[in-house]
């Protein structure tokens, strides 16, 4: 804490009083101006001087009500200007500052020789109000303007304080110095006024704010003491004199003036500045085993609360700096926050430990035992406990302590616990967010423009991670606004590279523009920073999600080229052969990854490397290399992140090749040793059924897709979907198997109808409702020849509008409802009923087999062709089947050989009814 601030505790708790005396007592009851030829009555004097000794003894609403009873009974009084001042000065003695303005100003007219003292107390309601500018103003014009004022003096006086205020010392030095000035006038007419002493040491303390300090201390030594008559000028002489020589350097003899300090302690406040000077004065002289306890000294209760938090901020301070961090952690811990609960500065103690606790977490070399219990009960703290204890501190500051002036850096200290914390198993959500709250406040609120940047880039990094890029772009910009050479420097480059990477994120050409705008700044304005590195590599990178690998591989060949030694070459090499990979020239891509791995040797990006190698060696066509290369990877780094992806590389390859054992095994290994990969895991599990179900293993398979719908409950909704669709299969399948088992059938209806919801957009929903007009065509079949149901199904899917659902869904749609009118044409019904049946079968086939000739699922089209071509068969009608092949064979030209045989057929039938 500055001395300066102790100047202010002894102005507040000293001077105001008596000034106050002086303020609304001195000139006694009338002023001398007051009295004209005729003197005020008894009566009229006697009701004044009653009203003022209620003002003299500080009874200021009474002395307010006795004198507007005297201005309302004697309204021709030659007392009412004296009346009306004594008025004002009890209503700001009430803190009635603006009521107090309002009379003086509306009666100011009538003041007659009193006008000097009506600006006076005007200034001081002002200043009262905190308008020192105007206060200023009036205690100068009194100055000036009314030289046989009694109040000149103090006025000329209270102008100087009220620029000490603002911090103006020039100022303040050229008002008390000025020769022939108000003040230097008027303090040599009353040299020995209280007011030329309190002048003369404020221009001292002036000078010691300005450095002028051989002239400032001849000043403070040449005021007579004989002018010093009240204990506080003395002291403050004393006060001046050891500031000044300890700020020459001279801090032996500041010490030694010191001990006369406390002879001439007038009262606590005196106490406390002068221990805390003496204080201060032992560590400049490296002494600060002895200013600590000489601080200690400065905590008795009897002492105003800000001389205990002052001397409690030096005792923390110290406490910290002379010792190691445990001890220091302990000492806090039972010497302040337990044995002196009640004492002012415990908020400072709790952010110090918390701060301690922090500083080890992020330090775990550093750790060494320390106790959050009583003494003696030591115990070794982990780093998650080390974090708890932190935040424990700075959340009881913020808790019990909201004006505490260390609050925002509890907000900032805390921010961090919480950022830390999403590294560990809470929910990262939740802890990104509390430190997003913390970091604004601490933005806000915090007095230092360092910390406030910190406070603001942290604030930025959690929007950044929860993707508010928007308002993280705004915060990293409001950081960079910042000039003050102790933010430029250390945090701007990392401000520009995380704008850069916030601006690619937006995803705009107008943020990738902006990034390269930021990278470019580092590159010129920090040239040996990580930063440019990095940003360069970002930007790389951005032209690689984009697609542009050879703008991407020419930035990374730039990075090499202008920073060679660069501690990024492995990852940007590594990026370097990736470009070469995506843009498909594998060779090129191979030579690249087998470099890196002849010049990185056990470098931690090895695994990444040989996972690309093998993977680009499969796209190469070189199919062993890589799935020994996946295989070995496998073993060799079974816990690294991309483990499961080459397991499920070598499952895809062993699936493709119809190995559905081989395939099988691999899936189950990734979901069971992986379980952390996410969807992929998910997906491993739904391939290890359909890898049983093509082995024909259907009690394997059914285990698997059970697994997922009924207890992997994260699993993505579509996937669980699929694996009711697959069991509706399996039960159908069983079914078809043994026909009179309609409990599988109502199994395969009830999986399927899990996935109904969603239709038309929900494709999954669209293939569920055609499932369901399979099973229940096939319950039809076997139960109740009623296909109400089935029908529906199929309908429904027909209904969709054109384009909403896919060909194939609406093809087999079509082609279940043709089978179905074939199926009820078969059922005893009248010939005319028969035929609108066989031409509604006829109808749907050639939906699927005319509607589009440009998109059409080639299966569902020779369903249909030849379900069509044989109803028109049966009709002899061999014209049409004829026509119907044909359409078909120019659909799919694969199909030749069956269908040319068909057309020859039937054209053989045309000719030989012809010739009957």
């Given at each position: 804490m500055q001395t300066r601030e102790f100047i202010g505790l002894i102005k507040r708790t000293v001077v105001p009083g008596l000034v106050l005396a002086a303020m609304l007592v001195g000139g006694g009851a009338f002023s001398p101006s007051a009295f004209g030829e005729e003197p005020p009555s008894a009566p009229e004097k006697l009701a004044y001087e009653a009203a003022f000794l209620r003002f003299q003894d500080g009874l200021y609403p009474l002395a307010e009500r006795e004198f507007g009873d005297f201005l309302g009974k004697y309204t021709n009084s030659i007392l009412r200007p004296n009346a009306i001042l004594y008025v004002a000065r009890a209503r700001l003695g009430q803190s009635k500052v603006n009521d107090a303005i309002e009379l003086l100003q509306k009666s100011a007219a009538g003041a007659g020789g009193l006008r000097s003292e009506y600006l006076f107390w005007t200034a001081k309601a002002r200043l009262a109000a905190g308008d020192t500018a105007s206060a200023a103003d009036g205690f100068a014009t009194v100055a000036r303007d009314f030289p046989s004022s009694p109040v000149r003096l103090e006025a000329a006086y209270d102008e100087a304080e009220v620029h000490s205020r603002t911090g103006d010392w020039p100022g303040v030095i050229r008002l008390l110095q000025q020769t022939n000035g108000?003040?230097?006038?008027?303090?040599?007419?009353?040299?020995?006024?209280?007011?030329?002493?309190?002048?003369?040491?404020?221009?001292?303390?002036?000078?010691?704010?300005?450095?002028?300090?051989?002239?400032?201390?001849?000043?403070?030594?040449?005021?007579?003491?004989?002018?010093?008559?009240?204990?506080?000028?003395?002291?403050?002489?004393?006060?001046?004199?050891?500031?000044?020589?300890?700020?020459?350097?001279?801090?032996?003899?500041?010490?030694?003036?010191?001990?006369?300090?406390?002879?001439?302690?007038?009262?606590?406040?005196?106490?406390?500045?002068?221990?805390?000077?003496?204080?201060?004065?032992?560590?400049?002289?490296?002494?600060?085993?002895?200013?600590?306890?000489?601080?200690?000294?400065?905590?008795?209760?009897?002492?105003?609360?800000?001389?205990?938090?002052?001397?409690?901020?030096?005792?923390?301070?110290?406490?910290?700096?002379?010792?190691?961090?445990?001890?220091?952690?302990?000492?806090?811990?039972?010497?302040?926050?337990?044995?002196?609960?009640?004492?002012?500065?415990?908020?400072?103690?709790?952010?110090?430990?918390?701060?301690?606790?922090?500083?080890?977490?992020?330090?775990?070399?550093?750790?060494?035992?320390?106790?959050?219990?009583?003494?003696?009960?030591?115990?070794?703290?982990?780093?998650?406990?080390?974090?708890?204890?932190?935040?424990?501190?700075?959340?009881?500051?913020?808790?019990?302590?909201?004006?505490?002036?260390?609050?925002?850096?509890?907000?900032?200290?805390?921010?961090?616990?919480?950022?830390?914390?999403?590294?560990?198993?809470?929910?990262?959500?939740?802890?990104?967010?509390?430190?997003k709250a913390d970091f604004e406040d601490a933005a806000i609120h915090l007095p230092l423009p360092r910390e406030r940047a910190v406070a603001r880039l942290k604030l930025a990094d959690t929007q950044f991670l929860t993707k508010d890029y928007v308002n993280a772009i705004l915060n990293y910009r409001l950081v960079l606004t910042n000039t003050m050479p102790e933010v430029t420097n250390s945090v701007f480059d990392l401000a520009l590279y995380q704008l850069a990477e916030a601006d690619l994120r937006r995803g705009d050409e107008a943020g990738a523009r902006e990034a390269g705008e930021a990278v470019e700044k580092i590159l010129r304005w920090y040239p040996g920073s990580y930063f440019g590195d990095s940003g360069s590599l970002l930007m790389g990178e951005d032209s690689m999600r984009k697609y542009d690998?050879?703008?991407?591989?020419?930035?990374?060949?730039?990075?090499?080229?202008?920073?060679?030694?660069?501690?990024?070459?492995?990852?940007?090499?590594?990026?370097?052969?990736?470009?070469?990979?995506?843009?498909?020239?594998?060779?090129?891509?191979?030579?690249?990854?087998?470099?890196?791995?002849?010049?990185?040797?056990?470098?931690?990006?090895?695994?990444?490397?040989?996972?690309?190698?093998?993977?680009?060696?499969?796209?190469?066509?070189?199919?062993?290399?890589?799935?020994?290369?996946?295989?070995?990877?496998?073993?060799?780094?079974?816990?690294?992140?991309?483990?499961?992806?080459?397991?499920?590389?070598?499952?895809?390859?062993?699936?493709?090749?119809?190995?559905?054992?081989?395939?099988?095994?691999?899936?189950?290994?990734?979901?069971?040793?992986?379980?952390?990969?996410?969807?992929?895991?998910?997906?491993?599990?739904?391939?290890?059924?359909?890898?049983?179900?093509?082995?024909?293993?259907?009690?394997?398979?059914?285990?698997?897709?059970?697994?997922?719908?009924?207890?992997?409950?994260?699993?993505?909704?579509?996937?669980?979907?699929?694996?009711?669709?697959?069991?509706?299969?399996?039960?159908?399948?069983?079914?078809?198997?043994?026909?009179?088992?309609?409990?599988?059938?109502?199994?395969?209806?009830?999986?399927?109808?899990?996935?109904?919801?969603?239709?038309?957009?929900?494709?999954?929903?669209?293939?569920?409702?055609?499932?369901?007009?399979?099973?229940?065509?096939?319950?039809?079949?076997?139960?109740?020849?009623?296909?109400?149901?089935?029908?529906?199904?199929?309908?429904?899917?027909?209904?969709?509008?054109?384009?909403?659902?896919?060909?194939?869904?609406?093809?087999?749609?079509?082609?279940?409802?043709?089978?179905?009118?074939?199926?009820?044409?078969?059922?005893?019904?009248?010939?005319?009923?028969?035929e609108q049946k066989l031409q509604l079968a006829l109808s749907h086939y050639c939906n699927v087999i005319y509607n589009d000739p440009a998109d059409f699922d080639p299966y569902w089209l020779e369903q249909a062709g030849v379900a069509a071509a044989q109803i028109y068969e049966d009709q002899q009608d061999w014209k049409d089947a004829i026509s119907v092949y044909q359409r078909v064979l120019r659909y799919l030209p694969a199909l030749r050989p069956l269908l040319e045989k068909k057309i020859a057929a039937a054209e053989a039938r045309s000719r030989d009814a012809a010739k009957k």
């Amino acid at each position: 804490m500055q001395t300066r601030e102790f100047i202010g505790l002894i102005k507040r708790t000293v001077v105001p009083g008596l000034v106050l005396a002086a303020m609304l007592v001195g000139g006694g009851a009338f002023s001398p101006s007051a009295f004209g030829e005729e003197p005020p009555s008894a009566p009229e004097k006697l009701a004044y001087e009653a009203a003022f000794l209620r003002f003299q003894d500080g009874l200021y609403p009474l002395a307010e009500r006795e004198f507007g009873d005297f201005l309302g009974k004697y309204t021709n009084s030659i007392l009412r200007p004296n009346a009306i001042l004594y008025v004002a000065r009890a209503r700001l003695g009430q803190s009635k500052v603006n009521d107090a303005i309002e009379l003086l100003q509306k009666s100011a007219a009538g003041a007659g020789g009193l006008r000097s003292e009506y600006l006076f107390w005007t200034a001081k309601a002002r200043l009262a109000a905190g308008d020192t500018a105007s206060a200023a103003d009036g205690f100068a014009t009194v100055a000036r303007d009314f030289p046989s004022s009694p109040v000149r003096l103090e006025a000329a006086y209270d102008e100087a304080e009220v620029h000490s205020r603002t911090g103006d010392w020039p100022g303040v030095i050229r008002l008390l110095q000025q020769t022939n000035g108000p003040f230097e006038l008027a303090a040599a007419q009353d040299a020995k006024s209280e007011f030329a002493a309190r002048g003369w040491l404020l221009l001292g303390e002036a000078l010691l704010h300005e450095n002028r300090l051989d002239e400032g201390e001849k000043r403070i030594l040449g005021l007579d003491p004989v002018i010093l008559t009240l204990d506080d000028l003395r002291w403050r002489r004393q006060y001046l004199l050891c500031r000044f020589r300890l700020a020459a350097g001279r801090g032996q003899a500041a010490l030694d003036a010191s001990t006369n300090l406390f002879a001439l302690d007038s009262d606590a406040p005196h106490r406390a500045a002068s221990v805390f000077l003496q204080g201060q004065i032992l560590e400049k002289l490296d002494r600060a085993a002895e200013a600590l306890t000489v601080y200690g000294s400065n905590l008795a209760e009897t002492l105003p609360p800000e001389a205990q938090q002052q001397a409690m901020e030096r005792i923390i301070y110290l406490t910290v700096a002379l010792n190691p961090w445990p001890q220091a952690a302990r000492a806090l811990e039972t010497n302040i926050v337990q044995r002196q609960p009640l004492a002012p500065g415990q908020d400072l103690a709790r952010v110090s430990l918390g701060e301690l606790y922090l500083k080890a977490f992020t330090s775990p070399g550093g750790l060494g035992t320390v106790s959050n219990a009583p003494a003696g009960a030591e115990t070794n703290l982990t780093g998650t406990n080390l974090l708890a204890g932190a935040l424990t501190n700075f959340t009881l500051v913020i808790s019990n302590f909201p004006h505490s002036s260390v609050l925002a850096e509890a907000h900032l200290d805390r921010g961090w616990c919480e950022w830390f914390s999403t590294n560990m198993p809470a929910a990262i959500s939740n802890n990104l967010a509390a430190a997003k709250a913390d970091f604004e406040d601490a933005a806000i609120h915090l007095p230092l423009p360092r910390e406030r940047a910190v406070a603001r880039l942290k604030l930025a990094d959690t929007q950044f991670l929860t993707k508010d890029y928007v308002n993280a772009i705004l915060n990293y910009r409001l950081v960079l606004t910042n000039t003050m050479p102790e933010v430029t420097n250390s945090v701007f480059d990392l401000a520009l590279y995380q704008l850069a990477e916030a601006d690619l994120r937006r995803g705009d050409e107008a943020g990738a523009r902006e990034a390269g705008e930021a990278v470019e700044k580092i590159l010129r304005w920090y040239p040996g920073s990580y930063f440019g590195d990095s940003g360069s590599l970002l930007m790389g990178e951005d032209s690689m999600r984009k697609y542009d690998y050879t703008n991407a591989c020419g930035v990374f060949t730039s990075l090499l080229a202008r920073s060679p030694q660069t501690p990024l070459r492995p990852e940007v090499e590594l990026a370097i052969a990736q470009t070469y990979d995506y843009r498909g020239q594998t060779n090129e891509a191979i030579t690249h990854y087998k470099d890196w791995l002849t010049h990185h040797t056990g470098d931690v990006l090895m695994p990444d490397v040989q996972f690309h190698l093998a993977l680009t060696e499969g796209k190469a066509g070189l199919t062993n290399e890589a799935l020994m290369g996946l295989t070995n990877f496998v073993l060799r780094f079974p816990t690294n992140r991309l483990a499961s992806w080459a397991l499920n590389w070598v499952a895809d390859y062993y699936y493709n090749q119809s190995d559905w054992s081989q395939a099988e095994k691999n899936y189950q290994e990734l979901f069971q040793r992986h379980p952390d990969a996410g969807d992929l895991a998910f997906q491993a599990r739904f391939w290890a059924g359909k890898s049983a179900l093509a082995n024909q293993e259907t009690k394997d398979a059914t285990d698997y897709f059970n697994k997922l719908v009924e207890y992997d409950t994260n699993a993505p909704a579509a996937l669980v979907a699929r694996s009711y669709l697959a069991l509706g299969d399996i039960y159908f399948q069983q079914f078809q198997a043994s026909q009179t088992n309609l409990e599988v059938l109502s199994a395969a209806i009830a999986a399927a109808s899990r996935c109904t919801n969603g239709a038309p957009t929900n494709a999954i929903a669209v293939e569920a409702l055609g499932r369901l007009g399979d099973y229940h065509k096939g319950w039809a079949d076997k139960s109740t020849n009623t296909y109400k149901y089935a029908r529906q199904m199929y309908e429904t899917i027909t209904n969709f509008p054109a384009g909403s659902i896919s060909v194939s869904a609406r093809s087999q749609a079509e082609f279940g409802l043709g089978v179905i009118a074939e199926k009820e044409q078969k059922l005893p019904l009248p010939p005319e009923q028969k035929e609108q049946k066989l031409q509604l079968a006829l109808s749907h086939y050639c939906n699927v087999i005319y509607n589009d000739p440009a998109d059409f699922d080639p299966y569902w089209l020779e369903q249909a062709g030849v379900a069509a071509a044989q109803i028109y068969e049966d009709q002899q009608d061999w014209k049409d089947a004829i026509s119907v092949y044909q359409r078909v064979l120019r659909y799919l030209p694969a199909l030749r050989p069956l269908l040319e045989k068909k057309i020859a057929a039937a054209e053989a039938r045309s000719r030989d009814a012809a010739k009957k």
